[in-house]
């Protein structure tokens, strides 16, 4: 790799590590986090360097776990297992010219999967249950359907969000890396 490609990444994943540490300590602050953390996993696609890009994403999150005294709230597998991936993995669909249906559907099905996953690790292995202040009885039996539905609106604002920021980010790279 080269050294600007090196470097790029470095800074990327001291960037992830940072808002993931953020993240994992300020509990308010975690899910806004995990979608900066993914917007800094697109620097180094810069030069389409998916090596790079892929190695920052492990080394952000390794490094955040490490300074986040192994604290695995909900943010680490929400990170491994859809946010920190996915931006990469969009880039390489959209060199790749995979169809924008495909792209859409592959990646919707595996957002609703990684959300479900994380909400029974939340509940399950944390025991902690989600509660809503004044809520119905039956609303309980119906969150598990609420899970999915929020998670496909929210996919659909991610992915386009995703794509904007890869567009802005290679817009201001430009002007600053000569």
Not at 37 to 51: D, E, H, M, R, T
Not at 149 to 175: E, H, M, Q, S
Request: charged letters at 10%.
């Amino acid at each position: 790799m080269k050294s600007k490609i090196i470097s790029l990444s470095a800074i990327s994943a001291s960037f992830i590590a940072i808002a993931l540490v953020i993240g994992t300590y300020f509990e308010i602050f975690d899910f806004l986090m995990l979608v900066t953390a993914s917007v800094f996993v697109l620097l180094p696609l810069y030069y389409n360097s998916y090596k790079g890009s892929f190695l920052a994403f492990l080394a952000g999150g390794i490094i955040a776990i490490l300074c986040g005294g192994f604290n695995f709230t909900l943010i680490y597998p929400a990170y491994f297992l859809f946010f920190g991936i996915y931006p990469i993995v969009k880039n390489k669909f959209l060199h790749k010219n995979v169809k924008k249906s495909s792209q859409i559907i592959i990646g919707l099905i595996w957002f609703v999967i990684v959300s479900y996953v994380c909400y029974f690790y939340y509940t399950l292995v944390l025991d902690l249950a989600v509660v809503i202040n004044g809520a119905p009885y039956w609303l309980d039996k119906f969150i598990v359907y609420g899970v999915g539905l929020i998670a496909v609106v929210f996919f659909l604002i991610y992915d386009r969000f995703i794509t904007v920021i890869k567009f802005v980010l290679d817009r201001y790279l430009n002007r600053i890396i000569k």
